[in-house]
């Protein structure tokens, strides 16, 4: 079955940098395109990056663009975030999610992981 | 960015009794090209992975019991749970794939009264 564990995260200061991954299983990784999708406590979702196949199109949001560096290894069926010049913020939960993909665009997702939570704080 | 403004922000049902969520656009997510509506609703549990519920605003996904079912287009949608269990209670998202910036609403919480 599909399974996405995400990893990597913890408390960091303002600032500082972090490494997410997600690692896939169940489904042939390379097929798929991946998002970022992030919940601040309490909060509600926010989408915050997604990577095409073969990291041909990658797009950020507003929120983490030049900041935020979304990856991928096929070869290790992985999803990376790096995150860099982290904000209090920047706080949240941090999901993968596998995306699907018909009529020639990005749609909704049909397998979420479980989250990792971030949290910046000094 | 499409705002999506779900109401109510929260609500308690009877068991078997039917809860209703709206969720609205600030803008169409309806593509004339394929005449679907780009919008999709899912159910959040503490200590779960999100679970995909209904797509193209009305598709049930496959396993989700019947109960579950998705309507509206355009900019205004609906969930409604026909007969709600125990096991609902959650919190609802929608969800607009219309723009590649994706947006979700900021949730409903169903509670069993």
């Known amino acids: 079955q599909v399974q996405l564990v995400e990893s990597g995260g913890g408390l960091v200061k303002p600032g500082g940098s972090l490494r997410l991954s997600c690692a896939a299983s169940?489904?042939?990784?390379?097929?798929?395109?991946m998002s970022w999708i992030r919940q601040a406590p309490g909060k509600g979702l926010e989408w915050v990056s997604y990577?095409?196949?073969?990291?041909?199109?990658?797009q950020y949001a507003d929120s983490v663009k030049g900041r935020f560096i979304i990856s991928r290894d096929d070869a290790k069926n992985s999803l990376y975030l790096q995150m860099n010049s982290l904000r209090a913020e920047d706080t949240a939960v941090y999901y993968c999610?596998?995306?699907?993909?018909?009529?020639?665009?990005?749609?909704?997702?049909?397998?979420w992981g479980q989250g990792t939570l971030v949290t910046v704080s000094s | 960015d499409i705002v999506m403004t779900q109401s109510p922000d929260s609500l308690a049902v009877s068991l078997g009794e039917r809860a209703t969520i709206n969720c609205n656009s600030s803008?169409?997510?309806?593509?004339?090209?394929?005449?679907?509506?780009?919008l999709s609703w899912y159910q959040q549990k503490p200590g779960q992975p999100l679970k995909l519920l209904i797509y193209?605003?009305?598709t049930r996904e496959s396993g989700v019991p019947d109960r579950f079912s998705g309507s509206g287009s355009g900019t205004d949608f609906t969930l409604t749970i026909s007969s709600l269990q125990a096991e609902d209670a959650a919190v609802y998202f929608c969800?607009?794939?219309?723009?590649?910036?994706?947006?979700f609403g900021q949730g409903t919480r169903v509670e069993i009264k």
């Open positions: 990577i095409s196949k073969s990291a041909n199109t990658i």
């Open positions: 803008q169409s997510v309806l593509y004339s090209s394929t005449n679907k509506n780009y």
């Open positions: 169940g489904f042939t990784f390379s097929d798929y395109y």
């Open positions: 969800h607009q794939y219309y723009s590649n910036l994706w947006t």
């Open positions: 193209w605003a009305s």
């Open positions: 999610a596998r995306e699907t993909y018909r009529y020639g665009s990005r749609n909704y997702c049909d397998h």
